[in-house]
């Protein structure tokens, strides 16, 4: 092992960047060997500053590098890409494919980071890390810059970390619905995954350590945490549960996961209280619900923390930050990151109002448009309410087959001005994509599964709007205008030649 001092690299400004990837090549050369045929190469390789032996901070704990956590500090989040916009969401530097938040979103399968071209040199980085240390037990959840499968390595007692006590896996490895490589992560250091509690005031250690699709990987430091002195004395034993959404939305709670929702929130207590909650509560079921029934999105095995719903995170009331029309429902990309990547669900269900055909499910951006075909990844739980189960918890809005054949608009939902809650849901259009599988009855032939062309669709339109309204398009006016101006013409003409005629006739009598 060679190990070079930072500074020692800093003196070649030219080739060394503190904070770029490095690019890797390493040589030996043996008794027979020389520079030009050395015995033996290894690369050349990347690796990227940060990524070996880094220290690990609570994002909450006095002290910790406000720079690094600038995110999680100022948003009680870790704020994503949304991979719709043409924005820069994440202030990262890189936008929509280009984005390792996008690497897996179907529009960017075969572009930006995607690309057969593109090298990825950059190994993945923890941005986040959040602590809670319970008398028997504690919860790690953490962020990374891409998306990565996790674990943890514990190490118990062991303060040089070359014991390995128990490996904790992210649920990414452990459950098959969710995705195995993505940028939030935690783990459960409970009696359940090691198989005993911890003791309380007593000082464990583990290390992190986080690898992309590619192999790359990153290891943290030997650290460590220390567990509450007792219950009593527990700063993250308890809490009140309370997510604040815009009127005309509820929020219920299906604690022992029966299928049963038993606690409404607000119901008891009036609409300011919330549900009484402890560590202990690690899956439970959230439903978020349009009041009329029309609509919900609902979480399951969701894990409820007091820093995962921080009064930043707690309030989803904003205007726009449930998206919900007559054929849409969805979350914008800030909701999605402080609910997702915070209470950490394991599947996600929405449903969508539908009052035709539900056998389809399109994925699309905040405004219905851009839409791809997610049938096959997806789950059709009850095709009656046209409930689907989403692949990977992914979001923005979603639609059915049957919003597909028609353009519609927002409904009221409350939209308007301020005022405490009150939210004003954006304009979706619903034109079928040109990449969809939807399908539209052709209204000539009658023929189910006929499929019509952008093109004829935006006719059709042009045509129903015509005879709803009763107008015509600039050529047919122009037309009845020069018709009307010519049926003038040849009346006045026959006027005239009629009174010369009727002229000439009392004429020739009075002569």
């Known amino acids: 092992m060679i190990a070079v001092e930072k500074a020692e ?3 070649f400004p030219t080739l060394y960047n503190s904070t770029a990837d490095m690019r890797v090549f390493a040589s030996t050369i043996g008794n027979t060997g020389n520079l030009t045929n050395p015995s033996d190469t290894v690369g050349p390789g990347w690796t990227t500053p940060g990524a070996t032996d880094f220290e690990i901070f609570d994002a909450f704990s006095y002290g910790a590098d406000t720079a690094k956590f600038e995110d999680i500090l100022k948003n009680g989040y870790v704020q994503g890409e949304d991979c719709f916009t043409s924005a820069d969401d994440d202030n990262d530097g890189k936008t929509n494919c280009f984005d390792y938040d996008c690497q897996f979103i179907a529009s960017c399968s075969s572009s930006g980071i995607n690309a057969i071209s593109y090298t990825d040199k950059s190994s993945p980085l923890v941005t986040g890390v959040k602590i809670e240390e319970y008398h028997d037990g504690a919860l790690v959840m953490y962020d990374t810059n891409k998306p990565t499968n996790g674990t943890l390595e514990f190490y118990k007692a062991d303060s040089q970390c070359s014991s390995l006590n128990i490996t904790v896996y992210d649920m990414g490895i452990t459950s098959a619905s ?74 219920s709670y299906d604690v022992n996961q029966d299928g049963t929702y038993e606690h409404l929130q607000g119901q008891v207590c009036g609409l300011t209280a ?3 909650s402890n560590y202990t509560m690690r899956q439970v079921n959230i439903k978020l619900s349009k009041s009329d029934g029309t609509m919900y999105v609902e979480f399951l095995n969701a894990s409820l923390s007091k ?61 219905g448009n851009n839409c791809v075909d997610k049938t096959a990844a997806a789950t059709l739980v009850d095709s009656t309410n046209c409930v689907w189960q989403v692949p990977n918890c992914e ?13 519609s608009s927002s409904s009221s939902g409350g939209g308007g001005g301020g005022g405490g809650g009150a939210f004003a849901l954006p304009n979706a259009t619903t034109e079928v994509p ?7 009855t052709s209204e000539d032939s009658k023929v189910p599964g006929s499929v019509k062309t952008p093109e004829e669709v935006g006719e059709d339109k042009i045509g129903d709007q015509q005879s709803q309204d009763g107008l015509l398009g600039p050529e047919e006016e122009k037309k009845v205008t020069l018709s009307i101006w010519l049926w003038a013409l040849i009346g006045i003409s026959v006027v005239i030649v009629l009174s010369v005629i009727g002229y000439n006739v009392l004429k020739s009598k009075k002569l």
């Not at 992560?185 to 309380?200: C, R, V």
């Not at 639609?399 to 054949?405: D, I, R, V, W």
């Not at 040109?434 to 539209?440: G, M, R």
Request: aromatic share 10%; proline share 2%; hydrophobic share 30%.
């Open 395 to 407: 979001f923005s809005t979603y639609k059915t087959n049957a919003a597909t054949s028609s353009s």
């Open 274 to 276: 919330g549900m009484k």
């Open 178 to 251: 969710v995705r195995d490589y993505k940028l939030w992560h935690k783990a459960d250091i409970y009696s359940s995954t090691l198989g005993y509690a911890l003791d309380n005031s007593t000082a464990y250690y583990y290390k992190l350590k986080v690898c992309d699709n590619g192999g790359k990987c990153a290891v943290s430091k030997c650290s460590s945490f220390i567990t509450a002195t007792s219950s009593s004395k527990c700063g993250f034993c308890n809490f009140v549960t309370r997510i604040k959404v815009p009127t005309g939305w509820n929020v």
């Open 9 to 11: 690299l800093s003196r």
């Open 307 to 367: 820093t995962g719903l921080n009064d930043k995170v707690r309030s989803v009331s904003d205007s726009g930050s449930f998206i919900g029309t007559s054929t849409l429902v969805g979350l914008t990309s800030e909701t999605r990151d402080k609910i997702i990547n915070n209470l950490h669900p394991e599947v996600c269900r929405i449903k969508i109002p539908n009052s035709g055909t539900c056998t389809q499910l399109f994925h699309c951006d905040d405004n």
């Open 434 to 440: 040109a990449d969809s599988k939807a399908t539209e």
